[in-house]
């Protein structure tokens, strides 16, 4: 069964630095390009970044250019979003998804519940 | 990259056919056959419905289909049961590499 659990939310003052991550487990990890996307409070959901498999493709919204960084460790399963410059418009819960792209398809198809990340002062 | 416009809200009565209508650009819904929508109850995991405009994945009732015509993609589901009141985003690939989701489309069963 494939699961994505992700980890690391939680309350951070504007202009700081959160470390999320997402383990995987139930299927070949190392060969999927993986996605942040995340949902601000009362907002709809909006792509965040994404990683090809190798880390050798990756890509970002404009609004976090520059302020977050996307990587992955394949030996250990996991996804890891680095959130740096915090702003309270980054408030959010930020899930983790597995993309279609090895399939020759463009979508998400597995999904985790997603960890809270509150910026606030 | 701008949100795809959905309808804020659609409603129907049990056993009745809703669609939903997102919109984008000639650079993504136009450009590419990779129109995604999601079913999101709040607080749990979005569920993938529709991949490349017309599939369905495993497990998806068949009461849920998809259709694209230019820039405009549309997410029809027949037989409307309780169990599908939730939330719906369209997305799409688009030609820089990224993603787009539409703005959200809240399903009501009357």
């Known amino acids: 069964e494939v699961q994505l659990v992700e980890s690391g939310g939680g309350l951070v003052k504007p202009g700081g630095s959160l470390r999320l991550s997402c383990a995987a487990s139930g299927f070949s990890f190392s060969t999927h390009t993986m996605n942040w996307v995340r949902q601000a409070p009362g907002m709809g959901l909006e792509w965040v970044s994404s990683?090809?498999?190798?880390?050798?493709?990756?890509y970002y919204a404009d609004s976090v250019k520059g302020r977050f960084t996307i990587s992955r460790d394949n030996a250990k399963n996991s996804l890891y979003l680095q959130m740096n410059s915090l702003r309270a418009e980054d408030t959010a819960v930020y899930h983790c998804?597995?993309?279609?792209?090895?399939?020759?398809?463009?979508?998400?198809?597995?999904w985790g519940q997603g960890t809270l990340v509150t910026v606030s002062s | 990259q701008s949100a795809l416009t959905q309808p804020a809200s659609v409603s129907g009565s049990p056993g009745q056919s809703i669609t939903i209508s997102c919109t984008g650009t000639s650079s993504d819904i136009g450009a590419f056959n990779f129109v995604s929508w999601y079913q999101h109850h709040p607080g749990k995991a979005p569920k993938l419905m529709i991949y490349d405009v017309t599939n369905r994945p495993s497990g998806v009732s068949d009461r849920f289909s998809g259709s694209k015509s230019g820039n405009t993609a549309s997410l029809t589901i027949s037989g409307l049961q309780t169990e599908d009141e939730a939330d719906y985003y369209c997305?799409?690939?688009?030609?820089?590499?990224?993603?787009?989701f539409g703005t959200g489309t809240k399903v009501t069963v009357l």
């Open positions: 990683i090809s498999s190798g880390s050798g493709y990756i």
């Open positions: 997305s799409s690939y688009t030609s820089s590499s990224t993603y787009v």
């Open positions: 998804a597995r993309d279609l792209r090895t399939s020759g398809s463009y979508a998400s198809d597995y």
